[in-house]
């Protein structure tokens, strides 16, 4: 945060201010009154199920130096017609007065989080790097990584994430960023947007909102992405597998299911050796690599960073060994496309271990009306690749194409279902556990990793 009274804050916000008090760059906003510290803005936000105002005083008792509210309170407080626009309107403005600050929009319909990770470990060691926190990347999200930011920020990465046309763009327009990165367009959310072409037009809100000057990142994985319009004076730069790609890998393979490449741009060429798991990540890794290049990165930095990035979200692609056992914990989310890349992973992983392949699939939400039709290609896939045993939670679909003769596969209501399963498992078996979010399959993991992976457990028969 910049520096500044309440009153000067109230004003940017189209608010009026009650009380007297300085907001220091320390000061953090928070929407949840437990996380308050000593100086910090408290934000009145109201929800299905609890309204910010009713824990204001909790947040005072724990040091907030003000609220922001839409009713008056008795505490120091901004009143505003609406919290979050209001909130948007300083962001905007703080946005405006870090004029040395490089902001960077990253958007897609898969890898956003991992690609602000890895490029957050490159930008760390060139200054003081702001990030969505986790997957924080909507209305409230950007905004409260904008107002992280200080005189001494240097970056800021934001995620920037839709459920509508038109939320990208409304991002964009408080962000202002000077790179934008498209990494894909696939079929998450689709049930939302309808259709593939409309997921990328609202995509492509974060390219067409870019300034003369700025630098656009655009995936070549696609036939819409690259296709995205840009304003006049806007750079073009192309990651993926063309050699006619700007930023490419070259001699790709895999060691213990993590890739191993050749970072290419324009006529250099560095090693780099992921600690990520997949052959998927390459993407997310020219993506980070094109983004940092464009501001002005070295290439042997960039590839250095790459290479002893480790992974800072949990549930993603997080790969735990013990027991004779090797699990890799996807389930934060899932979508088609993630789907495959997670069992290509499974596949290759078993093969090198020597044992046998378990994939545990939930249900992937939000596929609209060809989810069954998805979730059945998904099945199919299982099949091709060979996978062993496959366990279907909450979803039927998986299996209603299924040749039981070459995959042993089963259907429970539950993952609570699936605990007797686990003394199944033998010495050099991979599992793999992956759903979307809301079915909470990583509760799955985490007993696989309590009853069957633990130092001290029974060895696995």
Known sequence: MIEM???????IMQGSSHGEVFVTSEAIFQFDSRQINPGDIFLALKGEKADGHDFISDAMTRGAALSLVDRPVSTPHILVDNVLHALAKLATYVRKELKDLKVVGITGSQGKTTTKDLLLSILMAEGETIASLSSFNNELGVPLTLLRCTTKSKYAILEM?????????????????????????????????????????????LIAGLKSGAVAVLGTYDSFTPKMESAQGVKRVTFGDSPKCDVRAADIEARGGFA??????????????????GLHQVSNALAAAAIANALNVSVSRIATALSNHQSLSKWRMELTEANGLTLINDSYNANPES???????????????????????????????????MHEDIGKKVQNLGIDY???????????????STTSARYLSSW??????????????????????????????????????????????
Request: proline share 1%.
């Open 5 to 11: 009274s309440i009153r000067q804050m109230a004003e």
């Open 161 to 205: 994430g839709a459920r509508n046309s038109g939320d990208i763009a409304a991002l964009a327009a408080i962000a202002n960023p000077d790179v934008g990165a498209v990494l894909k367009v696939g079929n998450a959310h689709i049930g939302q947007f309808g259709s593939q072409e409309m997921i990328a037009k609202t995509k492509g809100e």
């Open 260 to 277: 191993f490449f050749d970072l290419v741009i324009g006529n250099e060429r560095q090693a780099v050796g992921l600690q990520i798991l």
């Open 339 to 373: 789907m495959e890349a997670a069992l290509n992973v499974l596949a290759l992983l078993t093969q090198e271990k020597g044992g046998r392949s378990w994939a545990f699939l939930g249900l992937m939400h939000e596929l609209g009306d060809d989810s069954d039709q």
């Open 390 to 404: 496959l366990v279907a939670i909450n979803s039927k679909a998986y299996l209603s194409k299924f040749d039981s």
């Open 416 to 461: 609570q279902e699936s605990l007797d399963i686990f003394k199944e498992f033998n010495p050099g078996d991979v599992i793999l556990v992956k759903a979307s979010r809301a079915e909470g399959l990583d509760e799955l993991a985490s007993e696989i990793k309590a009853r069957v992976m633990s130092e001290g457990k029974e060895e696995v028969k």
